[in-house]
């Protein structure tokens, strides 16, 4: 059976963008609507062309040059900021006009000082006029959670008599809960008249963490568009973000039987794009694709992971276009990855002598955050050369062990090594390639695992596991 196909209304380039720090000029909105297009979004809310010469500018050098998605512009419902969106459009191949008005009781009384019967005229009116520019028109009700639900039912009932495609169901505030907001888009469901011709929409705010929970919830009650941000930014807390619907739906297919057109191996690079255009840094715990969504620190997950990834990891980064999963190594690190590491750097231990690097690099991890690979170096130096720990514990005060000038002199080989292993080189026979994290220099371990998540990876077992019996005791042993 056929899975009702879910359209993704991507509005990174207008809600997004109205995000502190977050504006763009034209060619950098260009540069992202490219992206957009290429990662597969439905829609590109490409901006509010009334807003200022700038955004006008950057939908219509968008509807110019992007031509698969729908390009749509938003616009208060009023004829002037329809008649300049529709100009805007008018090189779209497929244009949409976004009329929105707030319906809720707060904001007509205090922001727009209307009546709702005012209300209703105006929403009816704006849409009619949009319908004899565009035949693709889409209606939001600012605010429609916080709005009477029967003068809810009133408005949609009107907008979609005047001609409307979509109707969009903004959580402006972030103040729904998943239930209620699932139970709304049913309501709506069930007492509109006309409804089943148009497409219901989410279009939900963060506020309190629940932005793709409730676009799920609306998706669960009859919702078929999503509206959506690339790293989730928006207004105050942000939008819905685009990659966790895109892979929640993905992911848990068993809970949510809808497809969407997306590529889900550009997210990453659709979110790196963003984060370097804007200049604002995705959260490193960011679902999907912050840098730690695919890094693992504890010993027993990096334990866990090097046998089969299935074990911590959902999804693989390559999915989403993260090149490998991580292991950082840091004070919960274990044998494991650390062997691993110094496999990396070209030096093989026998179990005493792991032990001994394993040692000291607990005692340095305790003390400073982050491990550097020539941290690793040094321990590796003085387990070889049997130098103490304390002859070699200074703290340097950019954070690690001080470096080459301290090393005795069997460390110059060490530090080829390091290049060699961050280089393209593939050392292990286990496909496990190294890198050194380039945006920190700390000691991580990249698996790129070819399978991955497809079976079990005993054969991608370190050689020195040789002398393990068991998996209790591999699993002890690598904490
Ligand atoms: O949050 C909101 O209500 C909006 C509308 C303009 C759709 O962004
Ligand atoms: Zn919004």
């Known amino acids: 059976m056929d899975r009702p196909r879910i359209t993704i209304f991507d509005t990174t380039l207008r809600d997004g963008e109205q995000s502190p720090g977050c504006s763009m000029n034209v060619q950098e909105k260009l540069r992202l609507a490219r992206q957009l297009d290429r990662l597969g979004v439905d829609v590109i809310e490409a901006g509010f062309p009334i807003a200022s010469d700038g955004d006008f500018e950057a939908v219509q050098s968008i509807a110019a040059s992007v031509r698969r998605p729908i390009i749509a512009g938003l616009a208060r419902a009023c004829k002037g900021d329809v008649d300049r969106a529709w100009q805007a459009l008018q090189r779209a191949a497929h244009p949409r006009i976004h009329v929105f008005l ?126 959506c941000t690339i790293n989730g930014i928006g207004e105050r807390a942000g939008n819905a973000s685009l990659e966790e619907i895109v892979m929640a739906m993905k992911v848990r297919r068993d809970r949510y039987a809808y497809e969407t057109a997306l590529t889900s191996e550009h997210l990453f690079a659709s979110s790196q794009m963003l984060a370097e255009i804007t200049q604002v840094p995705v959260q490193p715990n960011k679902a999907i694709t912050g ?93 070889k050369t049997g130098t103490t720990v304390e002859a070699t514990k200074a703290v340097s ?52 695992f070819a399978g991955h998540h497809s079976g079990p990876h005993s054969d991608r077992r370190l050689d020195h596991h040789a002398d393990h019996h068991g998996e209790q005791e591999d699993y002890l042993w690598g904490v």
């Open 102 to 227: 707030a319906t809720s009781d707060i904001h007509l009384q205090y922001k727009l000082r209307i009546t709702r019967q005012q209300c209703l005229e105006q929403a009816r009116e704006a849409v009619s006029h949009a319908k004899s520019l565009c035949s693709d028109v889409e209606f939001s009700p600012e605010d429609a959670t916080r709005t009477d639900v029967g003068f809810l039912c009133q408005v949609v009932e009107a907008v979609i008599a005047a001609g409307t495609t979509t109707v969009n169901i903004p959580d402006t505030v972030g103040y729904s809960m998943p239930e209620e907001y699932g139970n709304l888009i049913g309501t709506l469901k069930e007492k509109v008249a006309g409804i089943d011709k148009v497409t219901i929409s989410t279009h939900c705010h963060n506020d309190l963490g629940l932005a793709v929970a409730n676009s799920l919830a609306g998706v669960q009650q009859g919702a078929r568009q999503v509206e």
């Open 291 to 383: 840098r730690n969504a695919f890094a693992h620190e504890a010993g027993i997950h990096q334990d866990g992971m090097l046998k089969n990834p299935l074990t911590y990891e959902i999804m693989t980064p390559q999915s989403v276009g993260v090149p490998d999963s991580r292991l950082v190594l840091g004070k919960h690190s274990g044998r494991h990855a650390l062997a691993l590491r110094c496999e990396q750097l070209g030096h093989q231990f026998e179990r005493r002598e792991l032990d001994d690097v394993y040692r000291r690099f607990v005692v340095l991890a305790d003390r400073i955050k982050k491990v550097q690979d020539s941290d690793l170096i040094e321990l590796i130096c003085q387990v």
């Open 397 to 448: 005060p950019n954070n690690g062990v001080s470096s080459a000038k301290k090393l005795p002199a069997a460390a110059v080989p060490f530090q080829r090594a390091v290049s060699a292993a961050a280089g393209a080189g593939n050392p292990h026979p286990a496909q496990i390639s190294a890198q050194i994290s380039a945006s920190t220099g700390q000691a991580t371990v990249s698996i790129g």
